[in-house]
């Protein structure tokens, strides 16, 4: 026989299944007619829309993984020491971070994962804000939902007056738009949060792609005084190691964050498989692969930046990432339908926000036949 539910306890459980419906709906369904159009394309469909990488993951870190693969036990979800050592390695040899201990970092099941989850594991909740840009990754917002927080989009900090935020994320270089913000920019924003006891999250995730500038991580000392108290920086092995399939992340900083988010994950069953780890160990202390990579990059945006002002476009920011954030003064569905024309597919801007509304992403992450031939077909 059913349990006998009272009334509160069918609209709790009914407040409960609702959590999907506070959630937007998930953006990349609403392509699915400009995808058959530019799929119908003589020289088939070039699909710049998504950011997922199409190279090989580096050898070092398949032999890695392989080798680790009779793995019975249960992984740790702090990581082993080796990974702690590494990660803390990674961002002090590569982004300057000084003092930086092992204990200070924790891996993550990639990084949107991590983005997702944030506000929750932290423990926010209704009345809490979290602060993002207003053409962001769009993960951002979906995080402060789940946890029941406000979210909102800002720019300017300083536009908030007196409301004190829980978490303010930055993304530098940014998903979507490629801006790279300057050390002073990033120094103003992080001693801005911090005077109203804000945790800064940095999601540093392209900080390996910076063509026009070169990015910095909040826990450079320029940035953060060598004190990283109230700050997180999330990275990602995705596209600096071609990693994606693998869900390797990590973040690190605030001992005392760190510490808790560790406690609450251990509960949580939030663990990497260990063979993943051992690929991470193998990959985070070796940048050759990386250079080889971003060259890969390098030539396929010299060849698209062009195409794309041939065919009436207006890049803007774009100084990193692997993305070029393009606008022809219509709405970005309009440039949307434009570029199915020539068999390419690109992401609306509207998928980042209302301030994006006017511009489309066109993503590097496709074969270098690929790129190729959207060129073509754009200057031809």
């Known amino acids: 026989m059913a349990p006998d539910l009272s009334t509160t306890e069918l609209s709790t459980r009914a407040d409960r299944i609702r959590l999907a419906d506070a959630l937007p709906d998930f953006p990349w369904d609403t392509l699915a007619a400009a ?56 961002l002090t040899r590569r982004w300057g971070a000084v003092g930086l201990t092992a204990e200070q970092t924790l891996p993550s099941i990639g990084s949107k994962e991590l983005v997702a989850w944030l506000p929750t594991l932290l423990g926010l909740g209704p009345g809490d804000l979290v602060v993002f840009p207003t053409c962001a990754y769009p993960t951002y917002e979906v995080g402060a939902r789940i946890a029941g927080c406000t979210p909102v989009p800002c720019d300017d900090l300083e536009t908030l007056g007196d409301r004190r935020p829980a978490l303010v994320w930055l993304n530098s270089p940014s998903n979507p738009t490629g801006q790279i913000l300057a050390s002073a920019e990033l120094a103003r924003r992080v001693a801005w949060a911090r005077e109203r006891g804000a945790l800064v999250a940095s999601d540093e995730c392209y900080g390996e792609f910076g063509w026009e500038a070169e990015p910095v991580s909040v826990l450079h000392p320029s940035i953060c005084g060598g004190d990283h108290d109230g700050l997180l920086a999330v990275h990602s092995l995705s596209k600096r190691s071609n990693l994606a399939g693998y869900r390797a992340g990590f973040v690190a900083g605030d001992a005392r964050v760190v510490a808790d988010l560790l406690a609450v994950r251990k509960h949580a069953g939030m663990i990497m498989p260990r063979p993943v780890q051992e690929a991470m160990v193998a990959l985070l202390g070796d940048q050759d692969h990386v250079g080889v990579q971003r060259q890969r990059y390098l030539a396929r945006r010299a060849l698209l930046r062009p195409a794309l002002e041939s065919a009436g476009f207006t890049i803007e920011h774009s100084e990193g990432s692997l993305y070029l954030w393009a606008t022809r003064g219509e709405p970005g569905r309009a440039s949307v339908d434009f570029l199915a024309t020539y068999g390419i597919l690109a992401a609306p801007g509207d998928f980042y926000g209302e301030a994006a509304a006017s511009y489309v992403r066109v993503a590097l992450t496709a074969t270098d036949e690929r790129v190729s031939a959207a060129a073509d077909r754009l200057t031809a």
């Not at 799929?39 to 199409?54: C, E, I, R, Y």
């Open 35 to 90: 995808k058959a159009r530019a799929g119908a394309h003589p020289g088939g469909l070039v699909d710049l829309s998504v950011g997922t990488p199409v190279d090989p993951t580096p050898q070092l870190g398949i032999d890695a993984l392989v080798a680790a693969a009779n793995s019975p036990g249960y992984p740790l979800t702090s990581g082993t020491g080796a990974l702690r050592e590494a990660m803390a390695g990674y």
